[in-house]
């Protein structure tokens, strides 16, 4: 497949959808499996909708998915441009040659006319279906009309009669009747071409040899096939994505949780673990693994392995997923992408130092084990960051409120005080021997003693913590901690 080349073609009208990052991946999969070329086009005619905005927004998604693209905006390439707003030129060539062999003709019907003609098609039970009265307008009836202000679409002359069949690899042969098929308008009266137009004539001009894109698309692919043979252009090969459904396997929306990369990427998923996710999205691996690099996934993707079934889109999953990603990833790059998360929160300075740095890996590398996500980081370890915590209600009412708490929490700062080194294995052997000597379970010591440090009832290892949090704010927070239960009483 030395000559494969396929193209991911979004419209700039919002952010990159989660379906629209699938289609993306499986293009990419597809062709760096085959060592094929895998181009981005921007299809952003759509004046009223799309936005500079959107666009970059698009490729930034891609790029933090790290799907890399051969072609396309930023790089350049011999099939340039790739925004269809700077490619107009080729659109008039192709409907100037449709129109010339008669296969096109100028429409000179108003919107409220069609819309007309459409209620009343309904009214009396009847497709509606336009019915084509442009086709044959002589040369006098088109300079009357446009003497009257009228600005002609161009619509694509449909054959009367027949069918088209659509050729897919997921879903075989399915025939289209061109009875259902009315003219439709491939250019529009203010110059810029429909989506079905459009992408025909770019598919063909930058060689794309398999389309895959989603299954919604099955529809257009008959008009685009019978504009392929109308230019004389070779078909490509069609492969219509399974659609990717909501739980209750109802479309995708808003009230699923986040739908587009940008929400993941700042709820705090990882790339790894999204990308891993939307892999097995309607596509199957060869064995029962789910956690798979990508090297592993491109290694094994093949078009047989992609059902025909709807995907269903499972929240809980793609976190699970994360939450492995999170605790599996090379520490530092952890750090690095939680850092963002830690400054929104006002934990950590704009400008981190060396020594800041190495304390935060600290913290992410015991709090890491614990969470999900790169946010929850932020919230799993807020304490780390500030003395100005509150305790938790109920584990005020279980710890603090027993009798000589108090004491135990002193003891313990007089036993940690002198301890040198102050690490992990030292401090637990010496909360060991002060619960002996004092006749009491470790765990009565423990247990408020977490909450002391870190307002909580539950989180990393205790002596973990400690040695993170340092001797000086571990005192700290005892002290602080016994004046409170002091207080209270």
């Not at 370890?381 to 002193?410: A, W």
Request: aromatic share 8%; glycine share 6%.
């Amino acid at each position: 497949m030395s000559d494969l080349r396929v193209r991911f073609a979004p419209s700039p009208t919002g952010s990159l959808h989660i379906g629209g990052a699938r289609t993306a991946l499986f293009n990419w999969l597809f062709a760096r499996h085959n060592n094929g070329v895998f181009v981005l086009r921007i299809e952003d005619t759509d004046l009223e909708r799309s936005t500079g905005e959107s666009a970059r927004g698009i490729v930034s998604a891609l790029r933090w998915l790290s799907l890399d693209w051969d072609e396309g905006p930023e790089i350049g390439g011999p099939c340039g441009p790739y925004f269809q707003s700077q490619r107009l030129c080729l659109y008039t060539e192709a409907a100037n040659k449709l129109l010339e062999q008669g296969m096109a003709y100028y429409c000179y019907c108003t919107q409220e006319e069609l819309s007309e003609r459409r209620q009343q098609a309904m009214k009396a039970g009847k497709a509606s279906r336009y019915d084509g009265r442009c086709r044959t307008l002589s040369r006098e009836d088109r300079i009357r009309l446009e003497q009257e202000g009228r600005r002609p679409a161009l619509r694509f002359h449909i054959p009367p009669s027949g069918v088209t069949v659509v050729t897919d690899v997921i879903r075989g042969e399915v025939a289209f009747s061109h009875e259902v098929l009315d003219d439709f308008i491939i250019m529009k009266s203010n110059g810029h071409p429909v989506y079905n137009f459009a992408c025909v004539v770019d598919d063909s001009s930058m060689k794309i040899s398999h389309v895959l894109r989603a299954e919604e698309h099955l529809s257009n692919t008959p008009r685009q096939i019978l504009i392929y043979q109308a230019l004389g252009e070779p078909l490509p090969v069609f492969v219509h994505l399974p659609m990717i459904l909501a739980p209750d396997r109802s479309k995708l929306s808003k009230r699923h949780g986040a739908t587009s990369v940008q929400e993941f990427s700042e709820q705090g998923f990882l790339p790894e673990a999204l990308l891993n996710y939307l892999a097995l999205l309607g596509w199957s691996p060869e064995g029962e693994e789910e956690i798979m690099p990508l090297p592993e996934i491109v290694r094994q993707f093949s078009l047989d392995r992609v059902g025909k079934n709807a995907a269903i889109y499972d929240t809980k999953k793609l976190t699970w997923m994360n939450g492995h990603y999170l605790n599996e990833a090379d520490l530092n790059s952890v750090v690095e992408q939680a850092i963002p998360f830690l400054q929104q929160r006002g934990l950590v300075p704009d400008d981190v130092s060396p020594e800041q740095r190495e304390y935060i890996t600290r913290v992410v590398e015991i709090v890491r084990t614990r969470v999900k996500t790169l946010a929850e980081i932020a919230d799993a370890s807020d304490y780390f960051f500030s003395d100005d915590f509150i305790y938790e209600e109920k584990g005020v009412r279980k710890h603090f409120s027993k009798p000589g708490v108090d004491r135990l929490l002193s003891a313990a700062a007089q036993r940690l005080e002198p301890l040198e080194p102050y690490e992990t294995r030292v401090l637990e052997d010496a909360y060991r021997d002060l619960s002996t000597e004092l006749g009491v379970s470790a765990g009565e010591i423990i247990h408020p003693t977490r909450l002391a440090l870190s307002g909580r009832t539950m989180g990393p290892g205790l002596f973990e913590l400690m040695a993170v949090l340092g001797k000086k704010k571990t005192l700290q927070r005892l002290e602080r901690a016994v004046q409170f239960i002091r207080q209270q009483a």
